[in-house]
């Protein structure tokens, strides 16, 4: 893997994909948490898709603390989010498990993270790890660039509601979709453990997925990254008291 390569990349467009960058006994172990989070999921989890979907898409947040293998993964990638953000440090934010089921028409809308979050700063970084193969057709995509900013409206998924930012005060995400060969529109199909890291600023989505796609997420938290109050309930919605571990 070479990592200044790689930096370069993620500094040009906002995402990058590191083949085979966890090895096959943590991913056997992470793999095995992903299905136990399935079959227990927290209060936090939801179903992002609709009651008529063929498939479904399960969501889950922060738990990191009920899988070891989360908090595992986490360190061990810990290291390569560090220098693709050119940070000293790098703390943990918290875990996201997305799961679409064999058939799931619900697509991931263009979006950015951050402005779900309740966090400021450059230095924000997802790690979208599948423990599936995910072919290129039901993939994660980046418009690259993006990431160099502003940031843009956030709304909820399936509604496209405006809960978090008041409507008119962010640009809207443009309709992609409508043009794809307008946009610089970069993607991997996947092998289990592949990683893609991307900016919390990279506008990305993905369409429904004919096979069974589960993946779990770590966002990374760098230097200047900091907690800041919102007035409303972000996503997802981490208690003010909640301490993000230092993991380099």
Sequence with gaps: MDRSRLAADFARDG??????????????RV?????ENIASPSELAQVASTADDPGRFLEDFCNWQRFPAYLELAHALAPLARTLMGCRSVRLYHDHLLVKEAATQQVTPWHQDQPYYDVEGRDVISMWLPVDPVPAESTLEFV???HLGPWLMPRTFMQRESKWFPEGSLSEVPAIDEDRDSFPIIGWPLSPGDAVFFHALTLHGSRGSSTRRRVISI???????RRVERHWRCSPPIPADATFPRLQ
């Design 219 to 225: 966002r990374f938290l760098g230097d200047d990254a």
């Design 144 to 146: 690259a660039g993006t």
């Design 31 to 35: 793999t095995a948490a992903v299905d």
């Design 15 to 28: 995402a990058v994909c590191a083949r085979g960058a966890v090895a096959a006994d943590l991913l056997a």
